[in-house]
């Protein structure tokens, strides 16, 4: 995909657009259908829920593209066209977190520990990353860390995967996301991130909940309180947005316009140098 600069080629337009865990700085990052995403949409809020730039990985080995220059153009350029825009760090961006206390705005982003969104119907969403609720990533920094290794060991035997299935004629498969469903561990640990993220919500007297974190696009009614995922832009490439009546829908980017996995992100040699 040409991720060259070039004016908002707005066709879809949303009253708010909540998207998370980019981990900007990574080879598994799409930065390409980001890019795609952030230049045809529009709206009066958007949410960046955790994740966006992966510091975990920028202290080991820097992979910065102008692609990754270009996502954080375009969301600069949605806050001066009038949008706000709020910034809730997560784990792998957990630098900035030191910074909630100063209450920043930088550059018409707000930096934010959490949010409560009204939708336009007048429901209260509780807006946060996840991670607080992630009893690995709270309580065993070793074992998330080894886990995020084997995620993206994962995402590299995918790669490879996806090679040999080209060459023989068939389409692209998921295999970090399949061997994801196969552990029941994993999808145990899913369903109590859910029902926490959801008792949380109630506690704090909202309808709703809308987080990352675990890269499992979702949205689904738990005891009451409506639960949503946003997804990540990694393997699924989602997104949630409300549309002007508060009507919520997960979009599947990549899915809607045809976009294909097995396509390599490439740095174009068209785009703004760094």
């Known amino acids: 995909m040409n991720v060259s600069p070039t004016p908002f080629e707005v066709r879809l337009r949303y009253r708010s657009v909540f998207i998370s865990d980019f981990h900007l700085g990574t080879r598994g990052c ?24 992966d510091g975990w990985r920028l202290r ?7 692609a990754c220059d270009e996502v954080l153009r375009l969301i600069l ?9 709020i910034y809730i760090p997560g784990n792998h961006d957990e630098m900035f977190r030191a910074w909630l206390p100063m209450g920043l705005e930088i550059a018409g982003i707000r930096l934010q520990a959490e949010a409560v969104h009204v939708t336009a119907d ?15 990533v709270r309580y065993a920094r070793v074992i998330a860390l080894l886990g995020d290794w084997a995620y993206r ?29 196969q552990v029941k561990g994993a999808v145990k640990a899913i369903d109590r991130f859910e029902v926490a993220l959801a008792g949380e919500a109630r ?24 639960y949503i995922n946003d997804g990540d832009w990694v393997e699924s490439c989602t997104a949630l947005v409300e549309h002007e009546d508060g009507r919520l829908e997960l979009l ?15 740095e174009r040699a068209s785009c703004p140098t760094r």
Not at 173 to 180: I, Y
């Open 30 to 53: 799409r930065s390409d259908f980001l890019i795609d995403f952030l230049r045809r949409v529009s709206c009066q809020h958007l949410f960046l829920v955790g994740d966006i730039i």
């Open 60 to 66: 080991k080995s820097w992979h910065w593209d102008s």
């Open 77 to 85: 350029r949605h806050a001066r066209a009038g949008t706000e825009v």
């Open 122 to 136: 007048q429901r209260r969403f509780l807006v946060m990353h996840g991670d607080e609720f992630d009893s690995v």
């Open 153 to 181: 060991a994962a995402l590299n035997a995918n790669t490879w995967f996806n090679a040999i299935r080209r060459r023989l004629g068939y389409p692209y498969w998921s295999l970090s996301a399949w061997l994801k469903r």
């Open 203 to 226: 506690r704090r007297g909202c309808e709703g909940v809308v987080c990352g974190h675990i890269h499992h696009a979702e949205m689904r009614d738990i005891n009451g309180v409506l």
């Open 252 to 266: 599947e980017w990549a899915t809607l316009n045809g976009f294909s996995f097995a396509t390599v992100r490439r």
